[in-house]
């Protein structure tokens, strides 16, 4: 949910295609980085610049303010998402470099404030979920799409997408239960 | 790439507050917690890159809004949200910037100044040309004395990039005329190395006797003809030498059937050696033994 301020801000300046960029990647750069670190893509951070750069084109034809702006955002950023996966498709597979595994790693502190270093990182409370799940909780806890958007970007409709959104909260919920219960 | 986390307030759970809500998990720690951890994830941002700080410190209205560029934008309840004022929009770029000079220019602009360059550059070329044409004309006294003047400049040129046979137009003759040619020496083509007949002794001795070789240089004939040859663009392509087909000391013209008469060569004065003694003379047959 966006702040009064900024819709106000943004309705005031609506004509000036950098000072509306220049807002939006304030806003929405980390949630797009975010989006694409639970999404598993590699480089998010290159990917994330990408994915504004390829904003700024339709800034002059974008309705909408910010708000809109953040749904164009998240559009592109779900699109680089598909090709990362089918890009990684068609290349050979390649074995995953685990830093766990590696004896000479030493946590950083944000491995420590995130708890990595106890085994579990916050990417891989999402791992071994079905893509539809991993894809809902992305849009709607990481992003902070709203339904309406989120049924847009996965081409769904609402009621599907709210479906999707309490099973894969269930699931997540077992798999919560699950760790607890063995750590 | 660096990153800088944003602020994490209330507005994250309230978020997950609702979302859980909606869903029917109301109450569910364990499951907040994990959401609100996953909603960590959003809460680093990482810094433009060059392509798009250019794109947001581009913008001519953040030159004009200095005081808003520190300050970042958060949708949080922050301290620059609670500001209510809308130049907490952060316009430019955060402290360790790009410096004005490094800032890319939009392809656009940069296209439009290489054809502006490009115009002037010719432009300054016509204007000098123009100039030095005006020049011509005024020292040489009038429009036959320009036309005189460009074409001995062509020829010039022409002479210096193709110096072949061609002659070019000098300054001293006058436009439109035909140069004359310029004498040159006709003389028979001789290369320096070539082997010259020595007449008087060398016919009488025979060819027995080695004739002297000449030396390049020296005697009446390489005198003469070096200067018409060595004189470049005047059409005269000088002859390679010629390589000496015949032994030193013979003439090939002479030595034809027409000019030697074998009846007519005499013996030369060189001595010949004459064997005393050819044949042993017999022994007397009064000296042989059995005989009476």
Redesign the interface.
């Known amino acids: 949910m966006l702040e009064p301020l900024v819709d106000e801000y943004m309705q005031a300046d609506q004509d000036d295609p950098a000072l509306l960029f220049t807002a939006a990647y304030n806003t929405f750069a980390g949630p797009v980085f975010g989006y694409l670190r639970a999404r598993g893509v590699d480089d998010p951070e290159s990917v994330t610049q990408d994915v504004f750069l390829a904003l700024y084109p339709k800034l002059e034809t974008l309705s909408g303010g910010l708000q809109g702006a953040k749904t164009l955002l998240f559009s592109i950023a779900h699109a680089r998402m598909v090709d990362h996966y089918r890009k990684r498709e068609r290349t050979p597979d390649s074995t995953p470099y685990e830093a766990d595994l590696d004896a000479r790693r030493t946590p950083s502190a944000e491995d420590q404030a995130f708890g990595r270093d106890s085994g579990l990182g916050v990417t891989e409370i999402l791992d071994n979920l079905p893509d539809d799940y991993r894809e809902v909780l992305a849009l709607r806890v990481v992003a902070d799409v709203s339904v309406e958007d989120t049924a847009a970007i996965m081409g769904k409709s609402q009621g599907a997408v709210k479906q999707l959104q309490r099973r894969a909260l269930s699931a997540l919920k077992k798999r919560a239960l699950l760790r607890n219960g063995t750590s | ?1 660096s ?1 800088h986390p ?1 602020p994490r307030g209330p ?1 994250q759970q309230r ?2 507050d609702q ?2 809500a ?4 109301t109450g ?1 720690d ?2 907040r ?3 609100l ?10 810094l ?2 060059e ?2 700080r250019a ?2 410190a ?2 001519p ?2 030159d004009t809004q200095p005081l808003a560029a520190t300050q ?2 958060t ?1 949080t309840a922050g301290p620059s ?1 609670s500001s ?1 004022t ?1 130049t ?5 770029v955060p402290p360790d910037s790009v410096a004005p000079d490094t800032v890319p220019v939009p392809d656009s602009v940069a296209r439009r100044r290489k054809k502006r360059r490009a115009a002037i550059a010719g432009l300054a070329v016509a204007v000098s040309l123009a100039g030095g044409a005006t020049a011509a004309v005024a020292s040489e006294g009038g429009l036959p004395g320009a036309f005189q003047h460009l074409g001995a400049a062509i020829g010039s040129v022409v002479s210096q990039l193709n110096p072949g046979p061609g002659d070019a137009p000098h300054p001293g003759t006058p436009a439109g005329t035909t140069p004359e040619p310029l004498p040159v020496q006709e003389a028979p083509q001789q290369a320096p190395g070539t082997v010259q007949p020595q007449p008087g002794p060398a016919e009488t001795a025979g060819p027995a006797v080695p004739a002297t070789e000449p030396r390049p240089g020296v005697g009446p004939s390489n005198s003469s003809k070096a200067p018409a040859s060595k004189e470049p663009g005047k059409g005269v392509i000088s002859a390679p030498p010629e390589l000496p087909v015949t032994p030193p000391g013979t003439d090939a013209s002479k030595l034809g059937p027409s000019k030697l008469d074998p009846s007519k060569l005499g013996p030369s004065g060189v001595p010949v050696p004459v064997p005393s003694a050819l044949v042993p003379s017999l022994p007397a047959a009064k000296d042989l033994p059995g005989k009476p």
């Not at chain 2, 909606?22 to 998990?25: A, H, K, N, R």
């Not at chain 2, 951890?37 to 990482?46: C, G, Q």
């Not at chain 2, 907490?88 to 430019?92: A, E, G």
Request: aromatic share 2%; glycine share 4%; net charge negative.
């Open positions: 790439m990153e944003t507005h978020a997950v979302l859980l909606d869903s029917g998990f569910d364990e499951l917690t994990e959401l951890e996953l909603r960590s994830l959003a809460s680093t941002a990482p433009p890159s392509a798009v794109l947001m581009g913008s209205t953040a970042p934008l949708t949200a209510r809308p907490s929009v952060l316009t430019s």
